[in-house]
């Protein structure tokens, strides 16, 4: 009969109260490194994270076959998955190659498909996610090198809504205020967080499917403008031309995929569906 294990047993409980998931999991790596090989250097005790990171170069030879690469990343608190990338590219392997920024989830520069989700990397704490950390380009998109997907086409779906203020009747004054009521802003609000990472269309299965879909972030986009208020009749219905088609609000399906990857939570599903909803409006005839 052993007086300790209980004991034991009740610390781990105690300690499960007070840790984080991230902590625990650490926690159950070291214990795992302690007993698999106890007579490893200082260098193997420091905690590391293992990221399995995507590779793709067309033009070198012999680094044409997509493959995936290991990198084992010594663990700081706070660190995010672009943390790991970066430390990889510097100490390891300059060649790695991935786009970012601004590291605080604005520039919208570094959306990767991170443990099987569209996620930005510089707003995903590595401690949260299962080991090893899989890190892919956006799927449904050509990749260019590694990490680096074309924006291209999804650039192009955001500049076809005409995606700036237009409105009927220019102020008298250049400089004069176009007020907007408070409470037209709030309903803009939510669409006005887009930073453009792409990470919605990429989810989306439509999209994947029909090149010429608008798709969430070019729809969120054209509600922005539409549903303000400052805009006019003109220009609205000037947007609902190209809305209310068949590649525009209608070919969405509603799976809200794209809703659930948003990294700046825009309920873009919803948008969506109040444009299909103002469409019919449009469209009805009173005689
Ligand atoms: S709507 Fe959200 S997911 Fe789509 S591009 Fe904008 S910020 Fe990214
Ligand atoms: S680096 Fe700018 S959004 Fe992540």
Redesign the pocket.
């Known amino acids: 009969m052993s007086t300790q294990l209980p004991e034991e047993s009740e610390t781990e409980t105690e300690a499960e109260r007070t840790e984080t998931p991230g902590d625990r999991r650490r926690a159950a790596k070291r214990s795992r490194q302690q007993s698999s090989g106890a007579q490893e250097s200082a260098e193997t005790d420091e905690e590391t994270i293992h990221i399995k990171v995507f590779r793709y170069d067309p033009e070198i030879e012999g680094k044409m076959e997509p493959r995936f690469d290991d990198f084992h990343v010594p663990f700081t608190k706070g660190m995010t998955v ?1 943390d790991a990338l970066m430390y990889a590219r510097d100490r390891f392997d300059t060649t790695l190659t991935f786009r ?12 990767l498909f991170i443990n099987g989700r569209q996620r ?4 995903t704490q590595i401690s949260e996610m299962d080991e090893p950390v899989r890190v892919e380009p956006l799927p449904h998109a050509e990749v260019v090198k590694d990490l680096v997907v074309d924006m291209e086409h999804f650039y192009d779906q955001m500049h076809s809504v005409e995606p700036y203020f237009q409105t009927d009747e220019k102020p008298s004054d250049d400089l004069e205020e176009q007020r907007q009521s408070r409470e037209n802003r709030e309903k803009i609000k939510m669409s006005t967080r887009c ?1 453009w ?1 792409g990470a919605c269309m990429s989810s989306c299965n439509i999209a994947a499917e029909d090149n010429h879909y608008l798709g969430p972030a070019a729809l969120n986009k054209a509600y922005r403008f539409a549903m303000d208020e400052r805009e006019g009749e003109q220009s609205r219905e000037h947007r609902f031309e190209s809305l209310d088609q068949e590649h525009g609000v209608w070919r969405c399906q509603t799976q809200f995929s794209c809703t659930n990857v948003c990294p700046k939570d825009i309920p873009l599903t919803e948008h969506i569906q109040e444009l299909k909803r103002e469409a019919v409006k449009n469209n009805l005839k009173f005689w």
């Open positions: 672009l970012h920024s601004c590291r605080q989830a604005i520039c919208g520069s570094d959306a930005l990397g510089c707003k930073i990472c």
